[in-house]
C-alpha cells in the first residue's frame, strides 16, 4: 500500500491512502496544537465524508488498534 505524504504549509503533514474498495483516508497531523484529524472519504458518495478530530493520545491508541509503530520525534 502506498501512503502519500504532502506537506501543508502553515498547517501540517496529510498522510493519505487509498483503500481496495477505493476509498480514500487521510490523517492531517497539524504542526501547533495536540490535534489529528482523520477524513474518510467515499468517491461512490459525494456525502458519504466521515471526518473526526481526535487528541494525539487517541491518535495513538487508534495507531496501536491498528498495528501501527508509534513514531516519535528524536532531537536532532
Do not use: C, K, W
Not at 501547533?32 to 495513538?60: K, N
Not at 491508541?61 to 501501527?68: I, N, V
Amino acid at each position: 500500500m502506498n501512503i502519500e505524504r504532502t506537506t501543508l504549509p502553515g498547517i501540517g503533514v496529510r498522510h493519505t491512502f487509498t483503500t481496495r474498495q477505493g476509498r480514500r483516508i487521510g490523517i492531517v497531523e497539524y504542526q501547533v496544537g495536540d490535534r489529528r484529524d482523520v477524513v474518510h472519504d467515499d468517491p461512490d458518495d459525494p456525502d458519504g465524508m466521515i471526518s473526526l478530530t481526535l487528541t494525539r493520545t487517541e491518535a495513538s491508541a487508534l495507531a496501536a488498534l491498528l498495528g501501527f509503530p508509534e513514531l516519535v520525534a528524536v532531537p536532532a
